[in-house]
Nanobody
Framework: QVQLVESGGGLVQPGASLRLSCVVS????VGWFRRAPGKEREFIAA????????YYPIPEKGQFTISRDNARNTVYLQMDSLEPADTAIYYC????????????????????WGQGTQVTVSA
């Protein structure tokens, strides 16, 4: 079992930045996802258990940055240049294979999920 607790969401204006946190109960590969109203869950980024590797579906977009501090048992998602289209519930999740050699972006590969944190971008 892996427990995950997200925090850091809120209401921000377009163009703002926000950093989400995910406290994880043990070192494991972690992914961030989001679900916008009326849309399917979307993969944002993943990071290896030791922080050495990251994976983004669209690396050149550069809007999101994933990182971790294992001394604090925390994985972060830095979000910049937020737009109303980024409004969603953001979730962190633990890979079903904690030390998988390659990072994945498919929700079915993640076995444990946090409760989510709401991010609303609006003027």
């Amino acid at each position: 079992q892996v427990q995950l607790v997200e925090s850091g969401g809120g209401l921000v204006q377009p163009g703002a930045s926000l950093r989400l946190s995910c406290v994880v109960s043990k070192p494991t590969n972690v992914g961030w996802f989001r679900r916008a109203p009326g849309k399917e869950r979307e993969f944002i980024a993943a990071i290896s258990w030791n922080g050495d590797f990251t994976y983004y579906p669209i690396p050149e977009k550069g809007q999101f940055t994933i990182s971790r501090d294992n001394a604090r048992n925390t994985v972060y998602l830095q979000m910049d240049s937020l737009e109303p289209a980024d409004t969603a519930i953001y979730y962190c999740a633990a890979d079903s294979m904690p030390y998988r050699g390659s990072l994945v972006g498919t929700p079915d590969e993640y076995a444990f999920w946090g409760q989510g944190t709401q991010v609303t971008v609006s003027a």
